[in-house]
């Protein structure tokens, strides 16, 4: 029997939380205040292989705080800090050091390596970067007001421009546009001829203002507008790119006006997570003291694989403010609502709910007795003794509940480690820009150590051969993989050695990637030294 009173599974283990001690290394760095012209040939007091006390750095805190990304402090310890307003760190950052987070699913040696480990996943980023483009997305020559409110640059996102009155009573369009007062990108939902006469009923929206959800397509703003040349009424929300609903996602065109199936049938885990995310929901509003009002395939989201939304929840508060029903009847409505959109879906027909006991019997031959109960739960008429409610159902899925949360656990592990794998992304950025501040500066011409025949020239000949490669006929190279095998090197300061040669071919330097970082360390503190004394 289906229900919130089922019995748990035998040979669960009891949670026992305990604590435990462990022991993980730090390397605790220090630095000593030195001359700032010995910094090209003293060692790195940095260097990410010598662990040394931080005693020093700690009864220095009344100092001026370092830059940590400085791979040589000693000739900024006594001027002010280049970055302004970071947090205290206890050791530099060794920001060239990836550490191999987990989790880890590969079964590999510690020097073996995948082709994704390397890169941010194709298709995140390619997710990613259609949804920036939707989001940018302009109507050049459009008819559409240039201002509604705040609110400009709007783009139609209807997929048919037909007008249809049968959900709202209304005639209803969805655009997207930018608001000038926060530069954020909103979807704007329009009721064409929509009048107002009560000023209560457009209050009504400040309550789904606070109700906060990830299920709930958040309600920002309500108003009234004759931009369009007529009355309507505009309601704010969320904008999600490249969002479709369940009925374009499951439905299609043809099932959706012809009232038979279409395509094969949803699988199990999939109707459990729209069921958990809907609950969640439902449960979120109910507990706000309001009410859905609108669960239909039309008017839910999807935003990602799996992850859906209830959309234009609070517009029936508005349109229909002066409702006999009571808030009980219109949560007991939404729980019926569910029940339909469930079945609609688990049959791939959006007419079923016209003829439920064939629809659930077409449900039991292809899912489980669970789900069909749950759905048959939904659908039955609530005891006038004891309403039926949320937390009722939330206590009947609560196995579900748990795997739908251990697979959002999962999703939010594989985030972090592309996360992780971006987190110093910028550091070849902030190596290039190092170089060119440093080479061809004009005002130290007359600089020996700036000039052709000074310390600074290996930095030149470095520049050169990293960027200005040519083959054997003297065509340019372009081989982005060169020249970020060269920053990443320089970034380590490994102690590899290669040839520099000059543009004349007439001298050639052997130096070591480790000398040449401290000479770009030593070179950029000289110009923050040149720079401060203006």
């Not at 073996?112 to 483009?133: M, P």
């Not at 969640?280 to 935003?303: D, F």
Request: glycine content about 6%.
């Amino acid at each position: 029997m289906w229900g919130p009173y089922a019995s748990a599974p035998r040979g669960m283990a009891a949670f026992n939380n305990f604590s435990r001690n462990e022991n993980n290394p730090v390397w605790m760095l220090t630095w000593t205040q030195g001359d700032a012209n010995n910094v090209a040939t003293s060692p790195n007091p940095y260097d990410p292989f010598t662990p040394t006390s931080l005693a020093a750095a700690v009864a220095s805190n009344h100092q001026n705080q370092l830059n940590p990304y400085v791979q040589d402090a000693t000739a900024m310890a006594g001027m002010g800090s280049y970055y302004q307003g970071q947090g205290n760190f206890t050791q530099p950052l060794q920001y060239h050091l990836y550490a191999p987070l987990g989790p880890h699913r590969e079964n590999l040696l510690a020097y073996q390596r995948t082709a994704h480990d390397f890169f941010f996943s194709d298709a995140l980023r390619e997710e990613l970067q259609r949804k920036s483009e939707a989001s940018l997305q302009v109507l050049p020559n459009s008819s559409l007001p240039a201002h509604i409110d705040h609110f400009h640059s709007l783009v139609p996102l209807d997929t048919t421009n037909q007008k249809n009155a049968t959900i709202f009573g209304y005639p209803s369009w969805v655009y997207k546009a930018v608001s000038s007062k926060d530069g954020h990108i909103y979807a704007l939902r329009r009721l064409e001829g929509y009048r107002l006469t009560n000023e209560k009923a457009i209050r009504s929206v400040q309550s789904w203002k606070r109700v906060s959800n990830s299920s709930v397509v958040t309600i920002h703003d309500a108003f009234t507008t004759r931009a369009f040349g007529d009355s309507s009424l505009v309601f704010v929300m969320d904008y999600h790119p490249l969002s479709k609903t369940l009925a374009d996602n499951h439905f299609g065109t043809a099932g959706r006006f012809q009232g038979r199936p279409s395509g094969p049938h949803v699988p199990e885990p999939v109707l459990w997570s729209y069921i958990v995310q809907i609950s969640s929901a439902l449960k979120t509003i109910h507990s706000s003291g309001l009410s859905a009002r609108l669960i239909e395939p039309t008017k839910v989201l999807l935003t990602n694989k799996n992850r859906i939304r209830l959309n234009s929840c609070a517009i029936f508060d508005v349109v229909q403010h002066d409702s006999p029903l009571s808030m009980v009847e219109l949560q007991q409505d939404d729980l019926v609502q569910f029940g339909r959109l469930i079945l609609s879906i688990a049959t791939n027909n959006p007419a079923a709910i016209h003829n439920i006991p064939k629809a659930i019997e077409h449900v039991g031959r292809l899912y489980t007795t669970e789900l069909k109960d749950c759905i048959l739960w939904l659908l039955s008429p609530s005891n006038p003794q004891s309403a039926k409610g949320i937390d009722q159902f939330l206590g009947g899925i609560a196995g579900h509940l748990a795997a739908n949360f251990d697979y959002t656990l999962h999703y939010d592990d594989q985030l972090h480690t592309e996360l992780n794998r971006e987190l110093e992304n910028s550091r070849i950025l902030r190596l290039m820009t190092k170089l060119n501040f440093i080479n061809e500066r004009p005002e130290f011409a007359q600089n020996e150590q700036w000039s052709e025949t000074g310390e600074r020239y290996f930095l030149k000949l470095f520049r050169d051969y990293v960027f200005h490669q040519v083959d054997a006929q003297g065509n340019p190279v372009i081989d982005l993989a060169h020249v970020l095998t060269c920053l990443a090197k320089l970034d380590a300061g490994v102690d590899e050695k290669i040839s520099l040669v000059s543009r004349d071919e007439q001298n050639c330097l052997v130096v070591s990637y480790k000398e040449l970082k401290r000479g770009v360390d030593a070179a950029f503190q000289d110009l923050l030294k040149a720079s401060r004394r203006t």
